[in-house]
C-alpha cells in the first residue's frame, strides 16, 4: 500500500531477522502523543533497492530509490560503520594463553619463533657461516633445523643504495683534470644486487643495491636455489622528517628484506640465493664452465634415457660399455655444461641417478650439525628493531644469552677506497670540461670501518651486522677484533692500499664480542670511537633545518603507501594534488593474449584490458610500471575512520616501456597493486648535507701497511 504522497507503509512481519535489514536514510519524523500521554515515533526511511536482470545475468542489476512512510523507532537500528568497532582497534591487546611448556610435544615445535621473550637463552643456533661446500668459493650459509618450503630463513635484513657510481667515477676524473682512465672497477660490483629487486631502481639514473646479509654472505648454485627473496619496504622509522630531525638522511630506509624458503631446507643444508644464470654465464672465463639449471635438468634427463636404455641396470657389463663408448664420442668430450653436469666415472651413475646431477656437483651441500658446531660461526645472535637511541633508525637486539668474551656475530669484509664515496655533480655531465664540483658523500660511508690514517673503508655483510649502532665506552656492550676463523685471510693485512684496490677478491673478517654479559633483547652497541663522536657532536650542534619549499613540503612515499586509503585520479588530483616528490606504480603482470582477448574493450580511456594477478608480482619491482590513475570505482572509504582495505577498482595507464608515448590502458587494477615512490633524486638519500661520517676503526687494529694518508 501506499500514502498520498506515493510512499509505501511500513508493514511488521511476525519475525524479525536480518535478512529483512536495508541500510537506509531518515528523511523525516512525526511525534505524537497518544490518549495515555506516550510519546510514539514515525519515520520516512530511504532504502535502495536492487533487482538483477534474470534473462541476461552480466547485465548491471537495476537500482531504485523506495520510500517507506509510518517507519516505528522499534524497526531502525543504529550500527557501527563496518570495521569501525573496537574488534578493530589495530594496537588493542592480542595475545594467545599460552599452553604449558610440558605439554608441547617436539613434533609441534615447528616454528622460529621471532619474539624475544620465545628465544631461547644458549645453545640452539639455527642459522650458520661457515666455508661454502663449493670448491674456492669463501664463505657461506648453512641452516641449523629444517626449514619448510615458504617459511622465512632468519630475520629481516636492510638494503644500502648505492647512486650514479659510473658517473661519480667520470666525474671525480674530470675534476681531477684527468681525462685518459680505465673503466671503474671496484670489489663491490661483484656483490650489487640489480635495483629493480630492492624498490630502488627509480632513485636514480643508475641505482646499485648492496644487501649485506644473505644477498652477500649466501652462495648461489642454480642447479639447487632453495630461497627467495621479498623486497624491503620504505620506512623512515618513527615517522622522521628531513625538517624536523638532524637524523634524516644519515641511514638507510630500505629495511625488511625477506628470504624465504623456496624448498623444503633440510638440517644442515647450505643457503643457495638466486643470482640468475647470467651471473655464471657472464664470468666463465673467470670461474670456468658452470652448468646452470637447465643444463642440470638436461643431464638428469640424460641419465634417465641412459636408464631405459640398459633396462633399469645401470650396474651391469653393458651399462658399463655404453657409458665409456658414450664418454669416447667427440660430442661428449668437448667441455660443455651439461657434460660437465654428469658424472665422470661410471660407478656414480646410479648415485648421481638417485641424488640428481646437481646435488652431486657439491657433495658436501648438506652438512652433518656436530660439523657446523666445529666449523662454523652463529648468525642469529642479533636481529633487528627499532633502536632504543634517538635518531638511529633501526638497532641489533640479542636474540639470547651472549656471556662476556662470546662471538656475537662474524663480519666478514669488503675493501673499498675513500676516493668511491665522493660524490660529484656538474653543469653538463656528458662534456669533460664543463665545470665540475664535489657535492656529497654516499650513504654507503655511514656502514664502514674506517681510519683517519689511511684510505682503506671496510665494509661489513652479514645478517643484522650493519644495524649495530653506537655506545660510548661506558655504554657500549661489544668490541670488535679480527676473526680467527679460517675465512679470514690474514696475509690481506699486509698489503698496501693499492694492492687491495686492484684485488678480485675479499677475504677479511672482523668479528662483534661481547664486552661484558648481555641479556635477551638488549641492544648491542659498539664504540664507534672518539672521532665519530665528536663529529655527530658537532654535526647535532649545528644541524639546521632546511627551509626550501620543497624540503617543507616533501613526504615520505611510506606515508601514502597505506591500502585502507583511495589513491586520487588525475583529475582529483587538479583540486587536491600529491607532492612534488611523488610518483605513482602499478603493478602489471604480463599481457596473456587468450585472457586479453577476452577483456579487450574500448571505451573513452580507448583500448584496454583487465588487471590479473602474476605470481609473486610483489616480490620485486620488476612488475611495477610509472602509471597515472584515471577513474576509480568504488566506494570512497575517506570520510570515516576505517581499517577496512580499499576495496575500490582503478583504470590506469600504464607506462611499461620508456621510449612508448602510448600507455597501457588497465582495468580493474586493485588498490594493493598501485604504490607511492620517490621521484629521482628526491628522497633523504640525496640530502646533501645530511651526516656522513665511517665507523672508527681502533689504531691498534689498523695495519702498518694501510697507513697512506698524512694526519
Known sequence: EKDNKGHFLFKSLKTSSVHKAHDCWIHESKRTVNSKKKAKYEYVVSIKKVTPDKKNKKKRPKEETLYISQVPRKAIAVLDQPYTIDQ?????????????????????????????DAYPQQGQCQLYMAMSSIPHAGL???????????????FDDLVVQVEDSGLNYKLRNWHNQIYKFPDHYWLMQHYYWEAKTTGGEREADEIDSIVPGFGMLANSHDGLINTNMIRPRMTSVHGMHRTKDPGAGAYTYYHGVKYMAEEDIAVGEEIWAEYGSSWFLEREDELGIIPID?????????????????????????????????????????????????????EDVKHVMEVGTARHSVPDSIRPMEWLEENGLCLDNIRPDDSTIPQAGKGAFATRFLERGQVIAPAPLVQLRRKDMEVYDSDDIRKKKAKTWRDGTQLLLNYCFGHAESSILLFPYAPVVNYINHGD????????RWSAHEGNKRKLLLRTPDELNDSEHAGLMLEFVAKRDIEVGEEVLVDYGEEWQEAWEKYLE??????????????????????????????????????????????????????????????????????????????????????????RDGEDLAGYQSVEPDGSHYIAKVYKRKKSKKPLIVRKVPRRAIEFYDRKYQSDLFLRTAFRHEIGLPTKMLPKAWRDVNV
Not at 92 to 109: A, C, K, Q, T
Not at 473 to 480: L, M, P, V
Not at 554 to 570: A, C, G, K, Q, S
Request: hydrophobic share 35%.
Open 542 to 631: 649545528e644541524w639546521k633545518p632546511p627551509l626550501d619549499e620543497e624540503d617543507v613540503a616533501y613526504v615520505n612515499p611510506e606515508v601514502l603507501n597505506d591500502i585502507m586509503v583511495p589513491v586520487r585520479t588525475v583529475e582529483e588530483q587538479e583540486e587536491d594534488p600529491y607532492p612534488e616528490n611523488i610518483q605513482t606504480l602499478c603493478f602489471v603482470g604480463p599481457f596473456d593474449e587468450k585472457k586479453g582477448e577476452k577483456t579487450k574493450k574500448t571505451d573513452e580511456w580507448g583500448e584496454g584490458y583487465d588487471w590479473t594477478f602474476y605470481h609473486n608480482m610483489y616480490f620485486t619491482n620488476k612488475k611495477g610500471y610509472p602509471c597515472d590513475i584515471v577513474a
Open 294 to 346: 637447465d643444463d642440470f635438468d638436461e643431464a638428469d634427463d640424460m641419465l634417465r634415457t641412459f636408464s631405459d636404455l640398459v633396462k633399469g641396470d645401470v650396474e651391469s657389463e653393458m651399462a658399463r660399455d655404453l657409458w665409456e663408448f658414450f664418454n669416447m664420442t667427440g660430442d661428449a668430450q668437448q667441455k660443455n655444461r651439461v657434460r660437465v653436469a654428469l658424472p665422470e666415472k661410471f
Open 88 to 116: 578493530f582497534l589495530r594496537n588493542s591487546f592480542r595475545h594467545y594463553i599460552s599452553l604449558p611448556d610440558e605439554m608441547v610435544g617436539p613434533n609441534w615445535r615447528d616454528l622460529n619463533p621471532t619474539h624475544v
Open 140 to 154: 657461506g650459509m648453512y641452516s641449523g633445523k629444517a626449514i619448510p618450503k615458504g617459511d622465512q630463513i632468519g
Open 473 to 480: 665506552s661506558i655504554e657500549a656492550n661489544a668490541f670488535i
